[in-house]
């Protein structure tokens, strides 16, 4: 099945340095999607890429598709302490047009 | 809007006792989802069900548990007998094919802790 690939699995950063978290996966996807969970909470959707190449921003946040369509990052610029908590890859199963593959995801710390 | 409801939000048991996990997924949305979190494996899919039709339950462990969706507006995850290694979060979620980008929306989780 598919397998998606994240890292780093765990990032400490000083509040204001930016931070960068990698999706990869060895098959092309039809898209990616992220989750932020906060600690002690659920994943909550930030964004769908679809295209290849696309590159959404959210204010600090910018989240890239690679040309390829196997490769994602988000980035977070100039990092605040209300960033922290988990940030998820998810792609589709080849399996299965809605069954989401998700990454193991990147635990940010930001220290104030 | 109400979101995904999941009762209880926090279960402690005794090993070997009968969970019942609850979930109300958002009304309208076809695609109903039971995934497990833990530490160690991280979110793992364990079934979903389309229009109350299970279609992949692979991710379920083992025997011990089971799924039902006996109507849109309800599905529960049952685990008899229960052990201490599946003590984890336990996310429903719900989605709408085509709808949003096919975005998955999660309730806020059953902590189960069996001991």
């Known amino acids: 099945g598919q397998q998606v690939m994240q890292i780093p699995q765990y990032q400490h950063v000083q509040e204001g340095e930016d931070f960068t978290t990698y999706c990869n996966s060895s098959t092309t996807l039809s898209n990616i999607q992220w989750y932020k969970q906060r600690p002690g909470g659920h994943p909550v959707f930030l964004i769908q890429l679809v295209k290849s190449g696309e590159v959404k921003k959210q204010k600090r946040l910018t989240f890239q598709f690679g040309e390829a369509k196997k490769n994602s990052s988000l980035h977070i610029t100039a990092t605040q302490t209300t960033d922290v908590g988990t940030y998820f890859c998810a792609a589709r199963s080849s399996g299965s047009a809605r069954q989401l593959t998700f990454g193991s995801g990147t635990q940010l710390t930001v220290l104030p | 809007d109400a979101g995904v409801i999941q009762s209880p939000r926090h279960e402690v048991t005794e090993m070997g006792q009968e969970v019942t996990l609850r979930c109300k997924p958002i009304?309208?949305?076809?695609?109903l989802f039971w995934y497990r979190q833990t530490m160690m494996r991280g979110l793992e899919l364990l079934i979903y069900f389309n229009n109350n039709v299970p279609i992949d339950d692979s991710g379920m462990p083992e025997d011990r548990f089971s799924a039902k969706m006996p109507n849109a507006s309800f599905s529960t995850l049952k685990i008899q007998p229960s052990e201490p290694r599946d003590s984890a979060v336990y996310f429903c979620?719900?989605?709408?094919?085509?709808?949003?980008?096919?975005?998955?929306?999660f309730g806020e989780g059953s902590w189960l802790t069996v001991v």
């Open positions: 979620a719900s989605s709408l094919f085509g709808g949003t980008g096919n975005t998955i929306y």
């Open positions: 009304s309208g949305h076809d695609y």
